[in-house]
C-alpha cells in the first residue's frame, strides 16, 4: 500500500532562517506531487506541483521554492523566511489519472518568529 | 482561474439528523473533476466523495451523497444519518483537466448530540 511521509510535524523558525520541509510517498512510482499552504482556518492554497523528477510548476511567487531531487522526493525550502510564512504545509501525492484521488500527508506546523 | 466557493463557514446538525454542505465553483471548461475532503482537528485531509463532471448521476457513497448541478456550478455534500465522528472542517474542491486543485476555504461542522 502507498503511504506519504512528512518531516518535520512542528517547526519553529526566526525569522530570516533557512527553511527545508521533506515529503517522501512509498509504495507507488511516479507520483503527481503537490505542496499546499493552510492558514488557520482556511482552504488549501497549492504552491508547487510536480509531474515528474526535475519538473517543478509554481502557482505563487514568494520566497519559497520546490525541489523533487528523486521519483518519490519532494522538498519545500527557503533560503530566508518572513513571518508570513507561517502556517499548516500539506504534502500531497496522487496517481497519474485526473480521477484519481489526492492523499495527503499529516502535514507540517511552522511556527516563524 | 477556477474559484471555488462554500458560502457556510459554519453548520451544525443534530447526531443522526442530514445535513447539506453548499458548494459553488467557477469554470469555463467542461471536463473537471469535483471533490469533497474531511479534515478533522488531526489536520489530516479525507477523501470524502468524488464527482466526474461528464456524469450526469450523482455520486454516493453510503452516507455522503452529493447534488451535482453542472449548469448552475453548484456541488453540494448531502450527509445522512450524522454521527459525533462527522465533526470536522469540509473542504470541497475543484480540480482542472491540467490536474491543478483549487480548494474552498472550508465549512466547519459541528454534531450535536
Known amino acids: 500500500s502507498q503511504t506519504i511521509h512528512q518531516w518535520p510535524a512542528t517547526l519553529v523558525q526566526p525569522v530570516g532562517s533557512p527553511l527545508s520541509l521533506e515529503c517522501t510517498v512509498e509504495?507507488?512510482?511516479?507520483?503527481?506531487l503537490y505542496w499546499y499552504r493552510q492558514a488557520a482556518g482556511r482552504g488549501l492554497q497549492l504552491l508547487f506541483y510536480?509531474?515528474?523528477?526535475?519538473?517543478i510548476s509554481s502557482e505563487v511567487p514568494q520566497n519559497l521554492s520546490a525541489s523533487r531531487p528523486q521519483d518519490r522526493q519532494f522538498i519545500l525550502s527557503s533560503k530566508k523566511l518572513l513571518l508570513s510564512d507561517s502556517g499548516f504545509y500539506l504534502c500531497?501525492?496522487?496517481?497519474?489519472?485526473?480521477?484519481?484521488?489526492?492523499?495527503f500527508g499529516p502535514g507540517t506546523r511552522l511556527l516563524v518568529l | 482561474a477556477q474559484t471555488v466557493t462554500q458560502s457556510q463557514p459554519e453548520m451544525s446538525v443534530q447526531e443522526a439528523e442530514t445535513v447539506t454542505l453548499s458548494c459553488t465553483y467557477d469554470?469555463?471548461?467542461?471536463?473537471?473533476?469535483l471533490f469533497w475532503y474531511k479534515q478533522p482537528p488531526s489536520r489530516q485531509m479525507i477523501l470524502v466523495i468524488r464527482?466526474?463532471?461528464?456524469?450526469?448521476q450523482n455520486a454516493t457513497e453510503n452516507r455522503f451523497s452529493v447534488n451535482f448541478q453542472k449548469a448552475a456550478k453548484s456541488f453540494s455534500l448531502k450527509i445522512s444519518d450524522s454521527q459525533l465522528g462527522d465533526a470536522a472542517m469540509y473542504f470541497c474542491?475543484?480540480?482542472?483537466?491540467?490536474?491543478?486543485?483549487?480548494f474552498g476555504d472550508g465549512t466547519t461542522l459541528t454534531v450535536k448530540p
Open positions: 500531497a501525492w496522487r496517481g497519474n489519472g485526473l480521477f484519481e484521488t489526492q492523499y
Open positions: 509504495g507507488t512510482s511516479n507520483p503527481n
Open positions: 510536480s509531474v515528474g523528477i526535475g519538473q
Open positions: 469554470t469555463s471548461e467542461s471536463d473537471y473533476y
Open positions: 464527482q466526474e463532471a461528464y456524469k450526469q
Open positions: 474542491a475543484y480540480r482542472s483537466n491540467a490536474g491543478k486543485s483549487t
